[in-house]
């Protein structure tokens, strides 16, 4: 059965403190796997997209990379606006999966 | 370029009642695909709708049916609510899932329905 699992699901860092979130899946097929961020009563907002194992993403203090079993979302010195959820997703033959996310705060 | 929008953002309804929520994609966009997200399951897929087609669906019973017409823009149905309907409704677009980079989907803010 696909799945898609992030760990840890929530965590608290202090401003500066640089921490790697988790996304582990099991799916058949992977067509690609995606990063998004959500803020408390918005939508996802979309962050990265990785296709192959190896390969890296980054944008400003977040850095995603891929392996064949997990994909880590480095965050260097992060700053209180940093704080969010973080979904972790992958895209099988015919459908999107999501992990239910890493609440991540940032304490100044 | 102006995001996806969702309406309402929010709705009331009672049990048994029914619901039609409304999304319009990017301009562009020919996939839409809605989810229900809730706090104990997170995000789950719906169904996908491209050219006007259903052409993905998830394990959601019936009563959750969707239309996409000729200009993109989606409608979400729910008949017969239930309490465990309450959920947010996220609706997303993409060009196309067919095909990279295409997958990219973009999500609109949300519609927060509550069943009393």
């Known amino acids: 059965e696909d799945q898609v699992t992030q760990s840890p699901e929530a965590l608290r860092l202090q401003e500066g403190e640089s921490s790697s979130l988790n996304c582990s899946y099991t799916?058949?097929?992977?067509?690609?796997l995606f990063w998004y961020r959500q803020d408390p009563g918005k939508g996802p907002e979309f962050l990265f997209t990785l296709y192959s194992a190896g390969e890296e993403k980054e944008k400003e203090r977040l850095k995603a990379t891929l392996t064949k079993k997990e994909s880590f979302l480095h965050i260097t010195a992060p700053k209180p606006e940093d704080s969010a959820t973080y979904l972790c997703a992958v895209l099988t033959g015919n459908q999107f999966y999501f992990g239910t996310g890493t609440s991540l705060t940032v304490i100044p | 370029k102006a995001g996806v929008t969702q309406t309402p953002r929010y709705l009331i309804k009672t049990r048994g009642q029914q619901v039609t929520l409304s999304c319009s994609p990017i301009s562009g966009h020919r996939s839409v695909s809605w989810y229900q997200q809730t706090p104990g399951q997170g995000l789950q897929f719906l169904f996908e709708y491209f050219s006007e087609t259903q052409r993905n669906k998830g394990n959601f019973p019936g009563r959750f049916s969707g239309r996409q017409f000729s200009n993109s823009r989606s409608e979400m149905n729910v008949s017969t609510l239930e309490l465990g309907d309450s959920a947010l409704y996220l609706c997303?677009?993409?060009?196309?899932?067919?095909?990279?980079?295409?997958?990219?989907?973009?999500f609109g803010p949300g519609t927060r329905l509550t069943v009393t």
């Open positions: 997303a677009s993409s060009l196309d899932w067919g095909q990279s980079p295409a997958y990219e989907q973009y």
């Open positions: 799916v058949s097929g992977l067509r690609g």
